[in-house]
């Protein structure tokens, strides 16, 4: 095996481990919000994780969007799309009045926050436009008609 395959293939399986690890700390955000957390203690890092989440799928849908044809995209898509469902909830969740870690309670973070929810939105915008039907593929064909016309005229 190549280097460049090595590579490629570690990139794919990092990259649903990553996405394990986000769906494990979303949980972890949605269990915090079921108790009643110190905000002096948990209010800042909450946000920072916020924010981690946020620009760690921002990577992850960047790094999907620029390997289309790799070899179970669409999986990999559907699972990207699940996570990012599951951190629109957190969001919903984290911004109700009965949370207690509410932006509308800390108007310090309130900033931060709409930052957050904007930066969700349009990558959920995107998804939803890219979203792909069960049991249909995107993939298009390694060789496009033109081209196997082209290969073929030589002979």
């Known amino acids: 095996m190549s280097n460049a395959d090595n590579n490629t293939m570690t990139k794919h399986i990092n990259f ?21 957390p110190d905000p002096g ?16 799928l921002e990577s992850l849908m960047g790094s999907l969007n620029d390997n289309i044809r790799l070899f179970g995209w669409d999986i990999a898509f559907n699972h990207l799309s699940d996570i990012e469902w599951q951190f629109s909830r957190l969001l919903i969740e984290f911004a109700r009045d009965s949370s207690p870690l509410s932006p509308d309670k800390f108007p310090q973070i309130q900033e931060r926050f709409v930052r957050i929810t904007d930066s969700e939105a349009v990558r959920r915008k995107a998804i939803e436009g ?4 069960a049991g249909q593929s995107r993939a298009e064909p390694v060789v496009s008609p033109a081209e196997m016309s082209e290969l073929l005229k030589e002979y």
């Open 16 to 36: 649903e481990d990553n996405l394990f690890i986000l769906n494990v700390r979303i949980r972890m955000i949605h269990d915090l919000l079921r108790l009643d």
């Open 41 to 56: 203690l948990f209010l800042e890092r909450t946000m920072d994780d916020l924010e981690f989440i946020d620009k760690a």
């Open 130 to 133: 890219t979203a792909v039907p």
